[in-house]
């Protein structure tokens, strides 16, 4: 088992910054591909962004890339989202997840979840 705790979240006027972080416990942080997903209201959860075991390979969403940025610290078991210019349209909860073979979008491939964390961009 892989417990993920997410924080960071909050209310952001458009063009501002926010940093998320996910902190993992359980089994090997770095046996896990991390993924950050979204889900707005009325809409299906979406990739957002991933990184490999190492850290090594990243992967962006085309909606978010340039301004987010994804991260890992495997020795303080941590996995980090840097969003930068938000939108009002980046509204959404967002959750870290955990894939136990490798980086990958499809959200379905995904073993463990946290309880996600509210992103709130006004205009």
């Known amino acids: 088992q892989v417990q993920l705790v997410e924080s960071g979240g909050g209310l952001v006027q458009a063009g501002g910054s926010l940093t998320l972080s996910c902190a993992a416990s359980?089994?090997?942080?770095?046996?896990?591909?991390m993924g950050w997903f979204r889900q707005a209201p009325g809409k299906e959860r979406e990739f957002v962004a991933g990184?490999?075991?190492?850290?090594?390979?990243?992967d962006y969403a085309d909606s978010v890339k340039g301004r987010f940025t994804i991260s890992r610290d495997n020795a303080k078991t941590t996995a980090n989202l840097q969003l930068n210019k938000l939108y009002p349209e980046d509204t959404a909860v967002y959750y870290c997840?955990?894939?136990?073979?490798?980086?990958?979008?499809?959200?379905?491939?995904?073993?463990?979840w946290g309880q996600g964390t509210q992103v709130t961009v006004s205009s």
């Open positions: 359980g089994r090997t942080f770095s046996n896990f591909a």
């Open positions: 990184i490999s075991r190492t850290g090594g390979t990243t």
């Open positions: 997840a955990a894939n136990a073979w490798t980086l990958i979008r499809d959200y379905g491939q995904y073993d463990y």
